[in-house]
Each structure stands twice: as C-alpha cells, then as structure tokens.
C-alpha cells in the first residue's frame, strides 16, 4: 500500500485549514484538485502521444534512408548499365560504319563478279537455262533491292559460284523442254514444246534423247546449235543414260563433244 509522506499530509491539512479559514466549500477545493489531475493525466497522456509520433517518425526516417540508400545503389547500377550500353551503341555504330566502308568496296567487285558469271552461263552449254536464269534473276535483284545487307549477297553469290563450279565435275540426266541457247525451243512452232531426256557430261557433253530415242542431238557449242546424233550414237547415249540412273559409270563413251565457249 502507497503512503504519503508526513510532509504532503500536512501541506493538505494546511490547505483545508488555509481554505476554511478563507470559507470555500469543500466541494469547490475537491473539484479544483480533480481538474488539476485530469489536467496531469491529459498532460501524461500527450507526452505519450508525442513519444509514440516521435517513435513513429524516427523509424518513418530510418525507413526513408533505408530507401534512400536503396536508391543510390539502384541508380549507381543504372549507371554502370548505361555506360555500358553507350559503350555497346559505340561499338555498333563503329562496326556499322565498317561494314558500309566494306559493303561500298565490295559493290563493285560484286558487280563485275555477277556480270561475269552472267557471261559465263550466256556462252555456256545450255543445260538447266531455266534453273541458272533464275538464280542470276534473283542475285540481281538482291543487290540491287533495298536493305540488302552485305554478307547476305555476297553468301550468295558465292554460292551460285560454288554451284556452276559443280557442273563440270559431275554428270547428269533429266528431263526438260527442248532448247536453244537463248532459251528458246527450236521446235517447228514457237506454242510447241519438245519434252527430251538430256544427258549432261560435265561441261564437255550436252545430249539429248526423245522419249522414244528416234531423235537425239549433241549440242555444238561454236555453231550454237544442235546436231543431230546417228543411231549408233543414239544408243550410246541412251546406255549412258541408264548408267546414270542406275548409279554406275560407263567405262568408255564414244561420243561427239561440245566443248563450251568454242569459237564463240
């Protein structure tokens, strides 16, 4: 149990003598020490509400540096990637100038390589026209269409390079219109077309064979024109054929040649 001491019992009897000798009631003396405790609770309580807001704040701030520091470090690492990527862009924009010195160096030689090839496969024997035509049709719309990029081009073009190379080291037979050298059939009428079973030596032989080997002809590349095959000639060429197909090689062929290019 609390006791006050004899001091504070003695300053109350003095108060309640002090206060009957000046004749207030008692009533009005409890009321002012009531007002005066209510005034100390609500005193107590707003410095308690004033520590808790000052708590509050305090940990408010130390979540705001918290953040801060975040922050700093998130845009520390912004920067670093930024330099980065400028450093990347430079690069880039460093190659891309390369590769437009490289593409303006490599047009012209391109240009005079398709042009090349395009005279070569003009004064070549006219196997597969249609095939070859198409392939140069397509290099030249490459390099000369819009957004074509260098190595796409030149890729290709070296490709078709490897390609025409391969026709000389292998042989070869299918089955196509009849034609000249500039594409067009030499039939009787322009509207008919001659269906014939060629025979392609390299670069050194073009024959041909109708379905019913009746007919057959030997290109002659310094007349640019066909000639006609003899029967024993015919024959030759039809076993030939069939080797091919079947996958082995005769062992000897007596055949007229047509040589490409010859006085032409």
Known sequence: MWKKPVGVWAWGAAAILSAGTRAEPLEVIIDQAAR????????????????????EL???????????DNLERY?????????????????????????????LELMPLAERMLAALERFVGLDLPFLRKERDARLARLTKLMNGPGASVTQWYRQLIEAYLVESEYGRTVEVYRGRLIGADGVNPGPSSDAEVVVDYLR?????LYYLSPDGKQGGVWEADAARWSSLTAGQRRTVAQAQRDVQAGSRAEMLILPLSPAGVGS
Request: proline share 0%.
């Open 36 to 55: 005066q405790q209510t005034q100390a609770i609500a005193s107590q309580d707003e410095v308690a509400r004033l520590d808790d807001e000052r708590a």
């Open 201 to 205: 030596l390299g670069r050194v032989g």
């Open 75 to 103: 845009n520390a690492q912004l920067r670093q990637l930024n330099a980065e990527q400028q450093r990347l862009l430079d690069s880039l924009r460093g190659r891309e100038a390369e590769i437009e010195r490289v593409r």
């Open 58 to 68: 305090f940990g408010e701030y130390r979540a705001a540096l918290r953040q801060a």
